[in-house]
C-alpha cells in the first residue's frame, strides 16, 4: 500500500492503531488510551479517527471485531490484529523508517 | 477457512447500529469513570470526554457505513465459498456413484438431444411461416372431378384463366407447370449442354406470392401470355450465382432456351425456394409450344395459388369456387366433368405429406423425454432415499435443512447441467442426422435450424423434474427423526417413496411399451415394403434421362433418332439390354388417356374413364426384367405405319377382361379406330413402391410419341461405371443431345426407402431407449428394494428358503411391476396406434403378432433387469442380515 502524501494522516493512524494492536487484543477505549499516552501533546489525536481507523483496518481484513468482556466486566468489541494485518504492520513500518531517514537526511547539517 | 468451520452469525443492519452505538458508549463511559476516578466532577468529566473523542455524530455514521461494507462483502464472499463448496461436494457425490451419473447424463442427454433436434425439424417443416408477405392469405387450388374421384387434380390453365378473371373474393391468382426433374429446358451455349429445372409460370405466380426479385424486374402481364413479348427468363438466385458468379450484368442477356432466344430480366430473391428448392429458372407458360402440350382444356398441367383478400375466410373462397367451376362445368364440354375445386392452406398444401409422419415422430420424441425425466426422477429418488442416513449424519453435526437443500439442489443443477451440455452435442448431431436422413424427404429442409429455445424448453423440462424429484426426499429427509435414521432402521420412511418409485417405474414401462409397439410396427411395415415385388429387377439397370427437341431433330424424323439412340446404346460393349420409357418405374405414372375395350358403353353424364399411359420402346420390358405373361412385347416391327398396338398389364387385364387372356381384345381411345392388345405384362410400380399398380396402357412410342425419354440399359457390370461410355453412345449421335440425369435403379429403390427406412431407424431408436430406460428403471427398483430386505430375506433363508425361492420373490416382483406397466402401454399403444395407420405398409396399426413381441420383450426385459438384483437377493448371508439387528 503505496502512501499518497494526501493519506499522510490516514495512514500514519493506520500505522499507530496496527503497532499498539500488535501488544496483542485490545478494545477501542484501549487502543486509543495508549496511543494517547505514548504520543502525549505532540499529536493532537481525536478518538474518532482512531475508531474509523479501527473499523476501515476491519474491512481490509488487518484486524477482525469479536465482542468480549472488559476489565471491568462490561461488553466491549475486542480488535485482534490478522497475520495480514501483522504484514502490513511490518511493510508500513519499514517505509516510514524509510521515509524518516530521508527527511533527517534533509535536516542533518552535512 | 476458519468460516467453514465456525459460521459467524451474519448481523443485521439493527444489529450493526446497536454493536456501533455499544461501542462508542463503552468508550465515553469508560474514559468518564477514568476522569471521575481522577477527582473530576461527573459533569466535567463529561465534556472532557465528549472533546477529546471528536465528532461522535459524525463517527458514529462513518462506522456504520464501513461495517455495513464489511457485512455486505462478507455474506457475498460467505454465499460464495458455500457456491463453492457445494459444487466441490456435489462433483465428489456424483463422482462416487458413476454408474448413477452416467446413467442420469446419458439420460437427459438423450432426452433433450433427441426432442431438440425433432422439434427443431418440426418447427422449421410445420411451423415456420412461408417466406412470403402475409402467408396466411394463400391457398392453393385443385381442379375437382367427382366422377373419377379426383379430388386434387391440376388445373387448365385455360380454366385458371376463367377462374382469374371471375374471382371477387380473391386478390390475385396464379399457376405453374413444374415437375421436380420433369419440367426443364435445354441451356445451349454456356458449355455442355445443361437441362435446367424450369417453372413454367402464368400470370399472376409472381404477383400472388408478392414475390420481388433480387436483381431486375419480374415479367409483366403482357410478357406472359400467348403473342405478347413473352420469350424472357427470371434465373433462381443459385442458378445466378453458379452460372454467372452472381454478376448483375446479366440483366437485359440473352440466354439460349430449347434454342431460341430468351431475355433475362431479373433473379429472384435467395429465400425464394419456390415452387421447389431445385427450380432454377422462371419462363412464362405462354412460350410452351403447342404441339408439346396442346393450349386446350383438357390439358390440365397447372398448379395454382390464391391470396385471399384480408378478411374473406378460406370457406368463402371456396363457395365462389364452387359457383365458378360449376358455371365452366356447363358451358364447356371439355370440363364438364370438373364441377368443383379443392382449397387448401398453401402451407397445409405444402407439408402435408409429411405432416402426419412429424407428428408421430414428435409423439414418440415426447414419450423419450417423458421417459428421460421419469428416469432421472426415480433415479434422483432412489438415491435421495439410499442417502437419508448421509443426509442424517449432515443434520445432526450441524447443517440446516436450507444448507442441505441448497447442497442437493446445486447436485441437480450440475447433473441437469453436464446432462445439457451432452444433450446440445447430441441434437446437432441428431438434426444434421436427420436432415441427411431425410433428404429429399421434406419440404422446405432450408428452414430448419437447431432450435435454441427449443433446446432451453427441453432442458429446463428435464432439469425441474429433477430437482422436483430430487428434493421431495431430502425435505423429508432432513426433517426426519435423525435418532431413527442413524439407526440404520429407516425402513418404516421409506414407504411412501416405495410407492412413488414403483409408480414411476410403472409409467416408465408403459411409455416403453408404446415406443416399442411404434418401432415394431414401423420394422415390420418396412420389412413388408422390402419385400414387395416392384415387378421389375432394379438391380444392373442405368438410366439417363433426356428429352428430344423436336425443333432440332424435326416434327416425325425425330422417332427415327429416338430409335438411333436406342440402337446406338445397345451395342455399347457391357450393355446386356436396352430399352426405353417415358417414365421409369417408381417416377410417375404418365398422362392419363382414354382407354376401353371397344364394348364399352359410357353411361350418360360419364366420361370415358381414362388410364395412365406409358409410351416404351420395343425391348423394354426384356430390359428392366418384367415378365410378359401373355402374348409379347412390341418389336422393332411396329412402327409408324403399322396399324397401332398396345400392351396392358396385369391390373388392367383383371379389371377390363377378368378371367380372360386380354390378347388379341380390341380397345379405343380418342376415336373409333380399334386398338388390338398384343401382349400383358406384370405389374410394375410406377408411382411408388408402397402404391399398387393401377391399370396402365403401354403404347410404342415409335407409333404414338412423347419426347421425354428414359433410356435404361441393363448391364453386365455395376451400371454406374458404363454411365459415361452410355452417354458417349447417345453423344455419338448428337452431340448437343442435352441429359437431364442419370441414376440407377438402386438409388430409387433407396430413394423411396428412404422416408419408411427414417422412421424405421428413428422409432427402433426410440424404442431401444425406451427398453433400456425400462430395464434401468426395474433394475433400480428391485435392487433398492433387495437393500432394503434383506433383514427379511436373511431371515427367510436362516428358516430354510431355497435360493430359487428367494431369486423368485425378486423375479415375480419385477414381472408383476412389468405386468401393471405392459397393461396400461398397450391400452395407451392401440389408442395412439390409429395415427400411425397413415405410415404403414401391409400391417394393421393393431397387428397382434407386434403386440405379442413387444409383450415378450417387456417380460424379458425384466427378467434380465431383476436378474442382478435377485442373485444378490440369493447371496444374502442369513448371519450378516442378522448382525444388522
Known sequence: MAHEPMDLLKGTLDVLVLRTLAWGPMHGYAVTRWIRERTGDALQIEDAPLYKALHRLEQAGCVTAEWGLSENNRRARFYRLTPAGRKQLKAEESAWRRYATAVFAVLEPA | MTRHVFQFPWRSRIDIRRDVDEELRFHLESREQELMAGGSSAEAARTLALREFGDVDDARACLQHIDDTIETTRRRRDYMNDLIQDLKYSVRALRATPTFTIVAVLTLALGIGANTAVFSVVHGVLQQPLPFPHP????????????????????????????????????????????????????????????????????????????????????????????????????????????????????????????????????????????????EMFVPYSTFPDRAVPHIRPVRTADVVARMKPGTTIDQVRAELAVITKNLAAQYPDDAAWTGATVVPLHEAMTGSVQTALLVLLAAVTFVLLMACVNVASLQLARATAREREIAIRVSIGATAGRIIRQLITESLVLALAGGIAGCAVALVGTR??????????????????????????????????????????????????????????????????????????????????????????????????????????????????????????????????????????????????????????????????????????????????????????????????????????????????PTVVIVNEAYARKFFPGQDPVGKQLRSFDAVPITIVGMVGNIRQSDVSVPSEPLVYVNNMQNGRVKVTLVSRTRDNPLTMANSIRDAIWSVDRDQPITSIFTFDDIMNETLAKPRLMTVLFGAFGTIGLVLGAIGIYGVLAFLVTQRRREIGLRIALGATERGVMMLVVRRALSLAASGVTIGIVIALVLSRFVGALLYGVTPTDPSTYLAVIAALAAVAGLASFIPARRAAGVSPLVAMRQE
Open chain 2, 136 to 279: 396466411e392469405q394463400l391457398v392453393k387450388i385443385w381442379s375437382v372431378n367427382p366422377t373419377a374421384g379426383m379430388l386434387k387434380g391440376q388445373v387448365s390453365p385455360i380454366d385458371l384463366d376463367d377462374w382469374r378473371a371471375q374471382r371477387s373474393r380473391m386478390a390475385d391468382m396464379g399457376g405453374w407447370y413444374f415437375t421436380d426433374g420433369g419440367t426443364g429446358m435445354d441451356v445451349t451455349g454456356l458449355g455442355e449442354p445443361q437441362r435446367v429445372s424450369t417453372a413454367f409460370v402464368m400470370p399472376g405466380f409472381f404477383s400472388t406470392l408478392q414475390a420481388t426479385p433480387l436483381v431486375g424486374r419480374l415479367p409483366r402481364e403482357d410478357e406472359m401470355v400467348r403473342g405478347g413479348p413473352d420469350k424472357v427468363v427470371v434465373l433462381s438466385y443459385g442458378y445466378w450465382q453458379r452460372n454467372f458468379g452472381g454478376a448483375d450484368s446479366i440483366v437485359g442477356k440473352t440466354l439460349t432456351l430449347n434454342g431460341g432466344p430468351f431475355r433475362v430480366l431479373g433473379v429472384m430473391r435467395r429465400d425464394f425456394a419456390f415452387p421447389s428448392p431445385r427450380t
Open chain 2, 433 to 642: 442426422t436427420l436432415i441427411a436422413l431425410s433428404a429429399g424427404q421434406l419440404p422446405r429442409v432450408e428452414e430448419i435450424h437447431v432450435d435454441v429455445v427449443v433446446m432451453l424448453f427441453v432442458l429446463g423440462v428435464s432439469l425441474v423434474s429433477g430437482l422436483v424429484f430430487g428434493l421431495a426426499p431430502a425435505l423429508r429427509a432432513s426433517s426426519v427423526d435423525i435418532q431413527g435414521m442413524l439407526r440404520a432402521s429407516s425402513r418404516s420412511s421409506t414407504s411412501t417413496g416405495g410407492r412413488l418409485r414403483n409408480a414411476l417405474v410403472i409409467a416408465q414401462l408403459a411409455f416403453a411399451v408404446v415406443l416399442a409397439v411404434g418401432a415394431g410396427l414401423m420394422t415390420r411395415s418396412f420389412r413388408e415394403l422390402l419385400n414387395v415385388d416392384p415387378g421389375f429387377k432394379p438391380d444392373h439397370l442405368l438410366a439417363v434421362n433426356f428429352s428430344i427437341n423436336t425443333t432440332r431433330h424435326g416434327d416425325t424424323a425425330w422417332q427415327n433418332y429416338y430409335n438411333n439412340v436406342i440402337q446406338r446404346v445397345r451395342l455399347v460393349p457391357g450393355v446386356v439390354a436396352a430399352g426405353a420409357a417415358q417414365y421409369a418405374p417408381f417416377r410417375g405414372m404418365g398422362e392419363r388417356n382414354p382407354f376401353v375395350p371397344v364394348s364399352y358403353e359410357v353411361k350418360a353424364g360419364e366420361e370415358v374413364p381414362a388410364f395412365p399411359t406409358q409410351r416404351i420402346s420395343d425391348g423394354y420390358f426384356a430390359t428392366i426384367g418384367t415378365r410378359v405373361l401373355s402374348g409379347r412385347e412390341f418389336l422393332p416391327a411396329d412402327r409408324a405405319g403399322t
